[in-house]
Structures are given as C-alpha cells and as structure tokens.
C-alpha cells in the first residue's frame, strides 16, 4: 500500500509539469527587446530592391538575398499575374495527387536543362528538398556525412533519415576522408553547400569530389546561395569548377536568385524519379503556387539573357570586400557577395546591427547556433542592382559604427 501511495504522489507530481513552462521561462528575444537591440521579424513594407522602405523610412538594403535583384523585375512580375489569371493562386492538393500543373513539368524540364542534368524536381520550399532527398536516400544502414558548416535544412534532413550521421569540420578533407575511412563499405551520402550562407566561402569541390569516388560515395551539392551567382553563366559551384558532370545532386531554391520561393533537386532521371516517389516532404506537402513556378521560370531566362546582372553583382561584391578589409574589418573567409563583419560578442553584434540601421543600413546579425560561439557576425550580402552611391553610403557607415565600438 505504502508503495502504490508513493507511485501515486510521484504521478501527481508529474502531471504539474507543464510543457509551455519552457516558454514562460525564455526571455532572451524580450531582454533584446527591452534593450532596444533586437534585430529579428524586422517588418519591410516595399519590395526586396537596394533601398527598402522600414517603418517609413528608405535604408538600403544589404541582408538581402536577392543577388541578382529578380524579384521586382517587371518581366518576372508579369509571368506570376499571367499565371495567376491562368490557373489560379493554388493548386488545391500535393504534387503526387492533383496538384502537378503543365507549368512545374516544364520548369522541371527548363531546370533540368538550365543545371545540365538529366531530371529535375520541384518542391514548395527549399528546406523540403534537404528534407525529403536526404530522408528519402539514406536508410538505417547508410551514413550521410555534413559539414559541420552545413544550412539548418540539411541537418534536419539528416535527422528524418534512419542513417548513422556524421560531421567534418569546417572545409577540412582530412577530416572528411578520416570519416570516409572509418565508414567503408556502407552507402555513403555527402552533402556539402555551394556557397555557405554565414561565412560566404565556396566548398572545395574538387577535393570533395576527388575524396567521394575514392571511397564510392555519392554527393549532394546544396547550391542555394551559387546558382545566379558563380560560374560563367550563372550555374553554380559546379560550373564554377567545371566539376557539373561530377556532382551527382545539385539543389537549389528560387529564394535567392530566381525571385520567388521553392526549391528544386536535379540529378540523374532513375535518382529524381525514385526520389519523386519516396520524398514525404513532396508527397505530403502541397503544390507550389502557379505565380512561383512562373516567376522562377522568367528569372531563368533573364539569367541567360542579361549576363551583365552576374558581372555587375561580381563588381559590388569586390568592392565591398575591398573596403571592408582596407576599413580593417574582419570579413573571414569570404569569396562571394556574402560578406560577414565578424564582431565576436553577441551582445556587441546585436548593437552593431541596430547602430547600422540607425544609419540608415539594413543588414542581418547571426549569433550561435547560427556560427560558432564566440564568432557572432554582421551578414552583409549585394545585388547586382546596388549602385556605386548605395555602396558609398553603407561603407561610411560601417566606419561610422566601427568606429564608435571601437573596432577599426
């Protein structure tokens, strides 16, 4: 009896835990708050170009990932309301059942061709390709391996699946071939960035790819922040290298350079079309928008038709990296139009960012787990479309700013 007493009291006890009690106790975003150094869910109220407008007042815009400055362009905005006036603003079901209009098989078949691959596949999001390509290929018996380094989507990808994972550190082969040794003789999966989204360096793909046929493993290129922005005609990492046939996966998203929201995956057509038939994120999810797929799909075009875009963009870009350094910044290892200002301190960062929009500048802070601990950062990222006085402006104010902190 006294046992079953104890048994009771110690359910009793249970049931007073609540599970909000995690939410009433988190007040970090509130302290930010009340500090007047919280720099999230920041509201725009005008289209993602150089300037923007934010609660009333014109800053320009560089936490930004609109590198080709597609997303108002007027030939982009006609395909997505002639769209909208043809099939509607939604699809009413998932892609499996009958949510697959004429227009995503040809942008499947326009991005199949625009990648150089065999097939493509379209999803809603971007974070949905990482989650249903890599939960769909690796099962209990595989191993998919990671940057540490590597986008969020990509790590909860690796969770869905029922493989072992594993992470290398940061652009470091030795690493990556250690665990490749220590896990022969099992499928393989290695999923890397393009261009990786904090730090805005470029993977070593030619080693990466040197490494995975050595030891029989396939590899994924998530090229969210490349395709629009490296290689000659804007194809990404792999063009970049010249490296296209090598990669047997390449993913990106519409996020960036092609103007709307989705992703897409292309690959060999037997790897698409099985992936088309296991990906839960796909099956289960509903169609992207007939505005979207036409918007992605006349960004594609302008892309192949005005490559003075990419030129322009590669221009800003070496001219901001130029300033920062010559300002005595810290801009890590940077080769793209994502510039980071590395500060250090989280609180110094949030200061930082809210001194910039003070000046007028609108850029993105990134703390843990974000980066590292201790390496809490300014993103700065450029368009094609920032003019030579926009650049002016931002730099003398980050040497404003830099200054008052005491960091140059």
Request: charge should be neutral; proline fraction near 4%; charged fraction near 25%.
């Amino acid at each position: 009896m006294d046992s079953e007493l104890v048994h009771n009291s110690e359910l009793a006890s249970d049931n007073k835990i609540d599970l909000f009690e995690k939410c009433y106790r988190f007040n970090t975003a509130k302290q930010l708050q009340s500090a007047g150094i919280y720099p999230f869910f920041r509201v725009v109220q005008s289209p993602q170009e150089p300037e923007v407008i934010m609660n009333g007042k014109r800053m320009i815009m560089i936490g930004s990932n609109n590198y080709l400055g597609l997303t108002n362009h007027p030939k982009v905005k006609e395909s997505a309301i002639n769209a909208i006036k043809k099939y509607g603003t939604g699809c009413a079901g998932s892609r499996f059942l009958n949510g697959t209009l004429d227009i995503h098989v040809a942008l499947e078949e326009k991005l199949a061709r625009f990648m150089r691959k065999d097939a493509a596949l379209v999803f809603s999001t971007g974070f949905q390709v990482n989650l249903g390509v890599i939960s769909a290929l690796v099962n209990k018996d595989d191993i998919v391996i990671i940057d540490k380094m590597d986008h969020a989507s990509i790590v909860d990808g690796c969770r869905l699946s029922f493989g072992e994972v594993k992470r290398y550190k940061h652009n470091d082969m030795a690493d990556l071939e250690r665990i490749l040794t220590e896990n022969n003789g099992r499928g393989k999966l290695i999923v890397v960035d393009g261009v990786f989204s904090m730090e805005g360096d470029i993977v070593d793909l030619p080693k990466v790819i040197e490494i995975a046929k050595r030891f029989k493993a396939r590899l994924m290129v998530d090229d969210a922040h490349g395709i629009g922005v490296l290689g000659k005609t804007g194809r990404g990492t792999a063009e970049h290298f010249d490296l296209e046939k090598e990669t047997d996966l390449l993913m990106g998203t519409y996020s960036k350079s092609l103007a709307s929201i989705g992703g897409f995956i292309a690959g060999d057509a037997d790897v698409i079309h099985y992936i088309k038939h296991m990906a839960r994120s796909l099956i289960f999810s509903a169609s992207p928008p007939p505005a979207s797929i036409a918007a992605v799909s006349a960004a594609l075009d302008i892309i192949e038709t005005e490559p003075e875009r990419i030129q322009n963009l590669w221009k800003n870009t070496n001219k901001m990296l130029k300033a920062f350094k010559e300002l005595g910044f810290d801009t890590g290892p940077s080769q793209t139009p994502i510039i980071p200002i590395i500060v250090g301190d989280d609180q110094k960062a949030f200061t930082f960012v809210m001194m910039l929009q003070e000046e007028g500048v609108f850029a993105n802070v990134a703390v843990s787990p974000a980066v590292p601990p201790g390496k809490a950062l300014i993103r700065t990222s450029y368009m094609a479309t920032h003019t030579d006085e926009h650049l002016d402006k931002v730099i003398d104010a980050f040497k404003k700013v830099g200054k008052k902190l005491n960091m140059i």
